[in-house]
């Protein structure tokens, strides 16, 4: 028996609607072979995490701590000269003395009586001298005798000068004002040209000599300012300024000598003593970015910036540490920022998920170095 046209209806309407849902599973499951969205976002690697610093630029500034002795202004060892006794010591040690103030005296007596013959000489040449001027013209004395006398008292003036010259070498004066040292004679001792009597030295502005590597002569200029320490004065630090560059570098040590000049307004510096001597070179600009930034691979220094949301490596040459930082040379503009975490898993190419470092952060640029 046939079934019904109205069950024939129902069957259809049943049936219909399951081979309609049938269709669109089989639509929506993905062909053998080819992986579905899901399947292809699971695969795709997921973004890096990293952290970025800005880089910035820095002044290529030199610090340099290096030591040096101090030396007078103007020092000297003081020597007599002439030998003989001495009878006057005019100075003690540590004294501030005039220029041209006494500090020794010799026995002088046999001088002073030189002195006075060639006075003595000089008078009778003079007289001599006068008569025969007046008798000039007459031809009571003939002119040769005239000029005699006139030779007698230019030879009489001489021998005068030369016994003061004598007799003022008696006495030992100060060449310049300063401070004298040690006594090293007393009263009644005799004394040699090569007997040293004391030390005389000019410290109102003390000189530190002190030596640079060559690398840094094209850095230095006169009236460059730096610093001085020394071990007597640990709290305190003298201000002074080059004053002096030597014409050469030691072909030896390769170094340049130097002298600064430091005022010793309240002397309290003395010459020999020894001197850290701390000074700042100014150099070029360069960028700079943290230490953590600079890697190292087949082709030299390289650091990771970000473009686009993806890695990109950038070849730079590494010029010196400064502080925390790294002075780059190379295609990196002022201001990009590089990564400082999270190297180790970036290829090029790679989606990164960035962080900035925060402000105050150890990573961050400090507010003295940005300002440069």
Same mark, same amino acid.
């Given at each position: 028996?046939?079934?019904?046209?109205?069950?024939?209806?129902?069957?259809?309407?049943?049936?219909?609607?399951?081979?309609?849902?049938?269709?669109?599973?089989?639509?929506?499951?993905?062909?053998?072979?080819?992986?579905?969205?899901?399947?292809?976002?699971?695969?795709?690697?997921?973004?890096?995490?990293?952290?970025?610093?800005?880089?910035?630029?820095?002044?290529?500034?030199?610090?340099?701590?290096?030591?040096?002795?101090?030396?007078?202004?103007?020092?000297?060892? /003081?020597?007599?000269?002439? $030998? !003989?006794? %001495?009878?006057?010591? +005019?100075?003690? &040690? *540590?004294? @501030? #003395?005039?220029?041209?103030?006494?500090?020794?005296?010799?026995?002088?007596?046999?001088?002073?009586?030189?002195?006075?013959?060639?006075?003595?000489?000089?008078?009778?040449?003079?007289?001599?001298?006068?008569?025969?001027?007046?008798?000039?013209?007459?031809?009571?004395?003939?002119?040769?005798?005239?000029?005699?006398?006139?030779?007698?008292?230019?030879?009489?003036?001489?021998?005068?000068?030369?016994?003061?010259?004598?007799?003022?070498?008696?006495? /030992?004066?100060?060449?310049? $004002? !300063?401070? %004298?040292?040690?006594? +090293?004679?007393? &009263? *009644?001792? @005799? #004394?040699?040209?090569?007997?040293?009597?004391?030390?005389?030295?000019?410290?109102?502005?003390?000189?530190?000599?002190?030596?640079?590597?060559?690398?840094?002569?094209?850095?230095?200029?006169?009236?460059?300012?730096?610093?001085?320490?020394?071990?007597?004065?640990?709290?305190?630090?003298?201000?002074?300024?080059?004053?002096?560059?030597?014409?050469?570098?030691?072909?030896?040590?390769?170094?340049?000598?130097?002298?600064?000049?430091?005022?010793?307004?309240?002397?309290?510096?003395?010459? !020999?003593?020894?001197?850290?001597?701390?000074?700042?070179?100014?150099?070029?600009?360069?960028?700079?970015?943290?230490?953590?930034?600079?890697?190292?691979?087949?082709?030299?220094?390289?650091?990771?910036?970000?473009?686009?949301?993806?890695?990109?490596?950038?070849?730079?040459?590494?010029?010196?540490?400064?502080?925390?930082?790294?002075?780059?040379?190379?295609?990196?503009?002022?201001?990009?920022?590089?990564?400082?975490?999270?190297?180790?898993?970036?290829?090029?190419?790679?989606?990164?998920?960035?962080?900035?470092?925060?402000?105050?952060?150890?990573?961050?640029?400090?507010?003295?170095?940005?300002?440069?």
């Amino acid at each position: 028996m046939s079934p019904s046209p109205r069950r024939l209806l129902a069957i259809v309407l049943v049936v219909l609607p399951c081979v309609a849902l049938l269709a669109w599973v089989a639509r929506a499951q993905p062909r053998a072979g080819a992986p579905g969205t899901d399947e292809v976002a699971r695969r795709a690697p997921p973004p890096v995490p990293v952290v970025l610093a800005d880089s910035i630029a820095v002044a290529d500034t030199a610090r340099i701590e290096v030591l040096g002795s101090g030396l007078a202004e103007r020092s000297v060892t /003081v020597y007599p000269a002439a $030998a !003989g006794e %001495v009878v006057q010591v +005019g100075f003690r &040690a *540590g004294q @501030r #003395v005039k220029a041209g103030q006494q500090l020794l005296g010799l026995k002088d007596r046999s001088q002073r009586l030189a002195v006075d013959l060639a006075v003595a000489q000089l008078d009778a040449a003079k007289r001599l001298m006068a008569r025969y001027e007046t008798t000039r013209g007459t031809g009571a004395v003939p002119g040769s005798l005239i000029d005699e006398a006139q030779s007698g008292v230019e030879l009489a003036e001489i021998a005068l000068r030369q016994a003061r010259e004598a007799l003022a070498d008696r006495v /030992v004066l100060a060449p310049f $004002a !300063g401070v %004298v040292g040690i006594a +090293g004679v007393e &009263a *009644g001792d @005799r #004394v040699a040209l090569d007997t040293a009597i004391t030390t005389l030295d000019d410290r109102r502005i003390l000189q530190v000599a002190f030596e640079l590597p060559e690398v840094y002569a094209a850095r230095l200029k006169i009236g460059q300012a730096l610093r001085v320490t020394n071990p007597a004065y640990a709290d305190r630090h003298f201000d002074g300024r080059i004053s002096r560059i030597d014409s050469r570098i030691d072909a030896t040590s390769r170094n340049l000598r130097l002298r600064a000049s430091v005022p010793n307004s309240d002397d309290v510096l003395r010459p !020999g003593m020894s001197f850290a001597v701390q000074l700042e070179l100014p150099g070029a600009q360069f960028v700079a970015v943290p230490e953590l930034a600079l890697q190292w691979g087949r082709d030299g220094a390289y650091v990771w910036t970000v473009v686009d949301g993806k890695a990109q490596q950038v070849l730079v040459r590494s010029v010196r540490r400064v502080d925390d930082r790294v002075l780059l040379e190379g295609p990196l503009p002022v201001g990009t920022a590089v990564v400082v975490e999270g190297v180790q898993r970036l290829r090029a190419g790679r989606a990164v998920a960035a962080v900035r470092v925060p402000s105050g952060s150890a990573l961050a640029p400090p507010a003295a170095a940005a300002s440069r």
